[in-house]
Nanobody, 117 residues
Framework: QLQASGGGLVQAGGSLRLSCAAS????????MGWFRQAPGKEREIVGT????????TYADSVKGRFTISRDKAKNAVYLQMNSLKPEDTAVYYC????????????WGQGTQVTVSS
């Protein structure tokens, strides 16, 4: 199970930090992903982080502004968002991909991020 938190309302240029707590079969996690979905748009990937190594990827739209990290001791991943723009407004989701799986099977409930101009 995944539980995302930390969303809110922030002015453009501000920062937010999202958290995602994992529970259950965390030993089977291969990769965690952050996704977002803006109103009227398809869900898009923000970035990913491997559970057991340093592999991290970012969407071009967030490179240099967002940072993904993890704390395995707490079974948590984080999304630090800086220099936020109105176009970052969306519901943000975390998801997990298990070892041997081809996709993200478990999803958090989503947390709203609203960036005002």
């Amino acid at each position: 199970q995944l539980q995302a938190s930390g969303g809110g309302l922030v002015q453009a240029g501000g920062s937010l930090r999202l958290s995602c707590a994992a529970s259950g079969r965390t030993y089977m996690i291969f990769r965690m992903g952050w996704f977002r979905q803006a109103p009227g748009k398809e869900r898009e990937i923000v970035g990913t982080i491997n559970w057991n190594d340093v592999g991290i990827t970012y969407a071009d739209s967030v490179k240099g502004r967002f940072t993904i990290s993890r704390d395995k001791a707490k079974n948590a991943v984080y999304l630090q968002m800086n220099s936020l723009k109105p176009e970052d407004t969306a519901v943000y989701y975390c998801a997990s991909r298990l070892t041997g799986a081809s996709g993200y099977a478990s999803w958090g409930q989503g947390t709203q991020v609203t960036v005002s101009s």
